[in-house]
């Protein structure tokens, strides 16, 4: 169904992983979708965006009572994530601003 919230984030996480394999040779992030979260009785869908070659990941968390925002956060693969997710609306959340974290925080540019 598409109107669900992992549904419209998949759109976007698979245009900005399409833009940046095109643009970036280094950069070969991996997609995942989880509903590990509701098996745990959260009512959550969860993303993963991860670079095998630096090991980080970001994180982008959609729960059921507040669909339209987005919790995201930048970990590592290894490293179990922080209680501290940072909040976006997910009709702001467009593929180039995915593009832009996936750009920046795996290949560890400031600017």
């Known amino acids: 169904m598409t109107d669900k919230p992992i549904s419209r984030l998949s759109d976007i996480a698979t245009e900005a992983h399409m833009r940046i394999q095109r643009d970036f040779e280094d950069i070969n992030p991996i997609v995942g979708v989880t509903q590990n979260m509701r098996t745990q009785g959260v009512p959550a869908d969860a993303m993963t965006i991860d670079c095998l070659k630096s090991g980080k990941r970001i ?18 693969r290894e490293k179990d994530p922080t209680g501290q997710f940072e909040l976006i609306e997910l009709e702001k959340l467009t593929a180039q601003i995915l593009y832009g974290w996936i750009e920046r925080y795996f290949s560890g540019k400031t600017s």
Request: proline share 6%.
């Open 59 to 76: 994180i982008l968390i959609s729960h059921d009572e507040q669909p339209n925002l987005v919790r995201y956060q930048f970990s590592f």
